[in-house]
């Protein structure tokens, strides 16, 4: 039976699949060659062993794993690292990270369980601190950046999740996601992203240090100065250092429905 019109073709609507042999144990890179899906499911049927999947995405973005319907949350951060620690492969199927900057996915599948992950309707945010790495850290670090975040914006801490910390001074990268429980989590990220932009332009969001700069919302940021097109273009080389990638994939990412 057909469902769908697709042009001049009929089509029918199913789940795409992709099986492949693979030997247990090893970790394995899967590369996108083209707009990453919105939805996998991923299965190992074997009688033993495990595997660490790797997933680099083309930009940054908002992801959540789950197994059994549950939420998996990201490793503990690694302060040294600024980031998200490495899978340690003891924690059971479904553990993952996002790290930030190199924009990858990593989660450990085990035999017979199955990893489904999911794009989340989120902000995605970076800033720029007026402080050194060990000021930030020894303020209370990624804790205290959350927490000042969500007393700004009047949001749950359990919505914001930084995915990378890194000189320049300080850049922290972050997004902000909706309630599990939205009903309309669209709405609710754009009147968060619209929050956000307003308290940075203004300057009134304490983030514990001055605001050198931001970019949210494929906004650029720049508090007490003009916000307007080409003053966020001439921003952009000044926000990162000339040793670090130029992060203008900043973006609010939208959840879609497809599954692979």
Request: glycine share 10%.
């Given at each position: 039976?057909?469902?769908?019109?697709?042009?001049?073709?009929?089509?029918?609507?199913?789940?795409?699949?992709?099986?492949?042999?693979?030997?247990?144990?090893?970790?394995?890179?899967?590369?996108?060659?083209?707009?990453?899906?919105?939805?996998?499911?991923?299965?190992?049927?074997?009688?033993?062993?495990?595997?660490?999947?790797?997933?680099?995405?083309?930009?940054?973005?908002?992801?959540?794993?789950?197994?059994?319907?549950?939420?998996?949350?990201?490793?503990?951060?690694?302060?040294?690292?600024?980031?998200?620690?490495?899978?340690?492969?003891?924690?059971?199927?479904?553990?993952?990270?996002?790290?930030?900057?190199?924009?990858?996915?990593?989660?450990?599948?085990?035999?017979?369980?199955?990893?489904?992950?999911?794009?989340?309707?989120?902000?995605?945010?970076?800033?720029?601190?007026?402080?050194?790495?060990?000021?930030?850290?020894?303020?209370?670090?990624?804790?205290s950046f959350t927490d000042r975040v969500a007393a700004a914006l009047g949001i749950h801490a359990s919505t914001i999740k930084t995915v990378a910390v890194y000189e320049g001074s300080v850049i922290v990268e972050f997004f902000i996601e909706a309630e599990e429980d939205s009903e309309d989590p669209e709405a609710e990220v754009d009147a968060i992203a619209d929050n956000l932009y307003s308290q940075l332009d203004s300057g009134a969001i304490d983030l514990g240090a001055p605001v050198i700069g931001a970019m949210t919302n494929n906004r650029i940021v720049k508090p007490g100065e003009n916000n307007n097109i080409e003053a966020s273009k001439n921003f952009i080389n000044d926000f990162v250092d000339d040793t670090t990638e130029d992060r203008t994939n900043v973006q609010t990412v939208r959840g879609e429905d497809q599954v692979v």
């Open positions: 039976m057909d469902h769908v019109w697709d042009g001049f073709y009929t089509g029918q609507l199913r789940m795409s699949r992709f099986p492949a042999q693979i030997e247990s144990g090893v970790d394995y890179t899967v590369q996108l060659t083209g707009t990453p899906p919105g939805s996998m499911r991923f299965n190992l049927h074997t009688d033993i062993g495990a595997s660490k999947i790797k997933i680099p995405y083309p930009n940054a973005g908002a992801y959540a794993v789950y197994v059994n319907n549950n939420e998996i949350q990201y490793t503990p951060w690694d302060e040294a690292a600024g980031r998200h620690g490495a899978l340690t492969k003891q924690k059971g199927c479904g553990e993952n990270r996002f790290v930030g900057i190199e924009n990858f996915l990593e989660f450990y599948i085990t035999s017979g369980c199955e990893v489904v992950i999911k794009p989340k309707d989120a902000i995605m945010t970076a800033v720029r601190l007026e402080w050194t790495m060990d000021e930030f850290y020894a303020d209370g670090g990624v804790v």
